[in-house]
């Protein structure tokens, strides 16, 4: 009765899931931008919130900033090994590993090698999420992500 209204915001991830398993088990592999070559990530490679942290209520405008380790930041396009530029998710879930990170107003990129973002979001909950992309705007293998974190606006 309740336990719906618990389970119902996993069901698109729980979607996604079953799709993915669903494409990888169809024979051919894709041929077209669906199968993009990853760039490799060092296993400790760690993207995470300098600010705001998890919990945080934060006003309507703020700046985000954004830490990594092992890795490097580079502007989108450029293509070199152990780098990428930052992608900040909000409101969203990431999407499959294996496609580009979309650009729209969920999926902020930092293609100029920025590490911090001043965004502005209505009031309320909200959830950030942070995702390195190569410089087709693809994850990395393993994809270097953080932590969703949930903050308010007030
Ligand atoms: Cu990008």
Redesign the pocket.
Known sequence: MTRAAVTRPALPRLAAAVLSAALSAAAPPPLSAQSLPRQPAPRNATVYFHYPLDGLRVPERFTVRIGLKEMGVAP?GIDKPNTG?H?LLIDVDPGPPDQP?PADYNHI?L?NGQTEVVVTLPKGTHTLQLLL?DHT?APHKPPVISQKITIYVR
Do not use: D, F
Request: glycine share 24%; hydrophobic share 25%; no cysteine.
């Open positions: 989108a530029h992608h990170i990129h293609g992309g705007h």
